[in-house]
């Protein structure tokens, strides 16, 4: 496994990170979706005996699940055999007893009694005000400096989800002196290196200088984009493997950000056993981008951005929807048919009336009628949770009506 140091302790960190935010479900006896125990207990177990010693969760993730089976799985081993990073994710009630109360519960869960990695999660929406009312005002930032230097956390830093402005404004309070980054997790792959929205989101190339610049190490998040950079279009991935026919589409993107040499650890969201192994194989036997395979990767980025993706990541922050929509649902499905071919993109299509009755019949299998992109009524209670700044009621709007234009024949 390759392995980084940390320039601020010198923690040897897993250059690949578990991230918890995808473990594998299972359906209970009463129908409810529920954590595979099992299989996360093997995951982890040949996770750590493969080097990987980065575990990254929240209370926020699998609606709260998440932490819990984290700690299940990681306390059957030694405490020094791994690090673990979990969050602040007050996005609800952000006083002060919530908040200590939902720290306090995340080292019950992860049966811990200190957290090597901290973060104030997706700060960066609404800037230093949304941040003072989730961290200043309540006595948080105290709270945490205090439990810093009792020993209880051991690195302090945060997740970001914003635009440029709002990136700067944490910066400067690291050059102030007003707080300081211990690190800082950012969304990095190469789409989003130079792609981004540069509105809601931020090139992460301009990220990664900030950061470097300063010193502050660099956990990545999203360096799949939530899956799609590992399952492409079908032209893309056929120009990936004319290069390297043995190599994983998914190893492209998790080489490219371990290239740089800031980043500590590259998280990956593994949900079984097959993209583990994969991703080990990659890590086990690294080799960096040379300048040629990153130009190549960048004109595969301006060919992904051509295709009507929804910039989902599938991290279900949106849910549960108060009218039981599945949004992630809906939009995986969009985006897989994008992704493999199989879009009906109008009447004069080759093939179109047997790839308009697979998608047809392929959505009603994936979300159930009843949970599908036509019964959004527009509410926006999800808009303030997705760390894409994705607007949802609008894309679900959008996929309704184009199954609707299928089913009547109108494309």
Known sequence: MLMRENPVNGDKVSALGFGCMRW???????????????????????????????????????????????????????????FIA????????????????????SMKQLKTDYFDYYLLHAIGRGGKEAYRKRYVENGMIDFLLKEKA????????????GAKHEFDAFMEMHDSGEMHWDFCQIEMNYVDWTHADGVRNVNADYLYAELDKRGIPIV???????????????????????????????SWAFRFCAT???????????????????????????????EEELAFLEQMAVQMKEYPLVNCTDCKYCMPCPWGIDIPGVFQHYNKAITEGTYAQNSRQKDYAKLKKA????????VASVRQADHCISCGDCLPRCPQSI????????????????KQDLL
Do not use: W
């Open 24 to 82: 594998p479900m299972i359906k209970d006896a009463d129908g409810k979706d529920i954590i595979d125990q099992e299989a996360v207990n093997e995951m982890v177990d040949y996770a750590l005996e493969h080097g990987i010693n980065y575990f990254d969760t929240s209370p926020a993730y699998l609606q709260g699940l998440s932490e819990k089976a984290a700690g299940d799985a990681l306390s059957r081993h030694p405490r020094s055999s791994y």
């Open 86 to 105: 979990t969050k602040l994710s007050n996005f609800g009630d952000r006083s002060a007893k919530a908040s200590i109360q939902m720290y306090h519960d």
């Open 391 to 406: 607007q949802i009621p609008r894309q679900l709007q959008r996929i309704a009506r184009y199954v609707e234009e299928l």
């Open 150 to 161: 009792a020993g209880r956390i051991r690195n302090l830093g945060f997740s970001f989800h």
């Open 260 to 290: 740089y040499p800031r980043v500590l650890c590259v998280l990956s969201g593994m949900r079984s056993m097959d993209p583990l192994v994969e991703n080990v194989k990659t890590f086990g036997h690294f080799k960096p981008l040379t």
């Open 220 to 250: 990545i998040m999203e360096p799949l984009l939530g899956g799609r950079l590992a399952n492409v279009p079908e032209g893309i991935a056929r120009q990936m493997k004319q290069r390297e026919p043995e190599k994983s589409i998914a």
């Open 359 to 366: 998608y047809l019949v392929s959505y009603d299998r994936a």
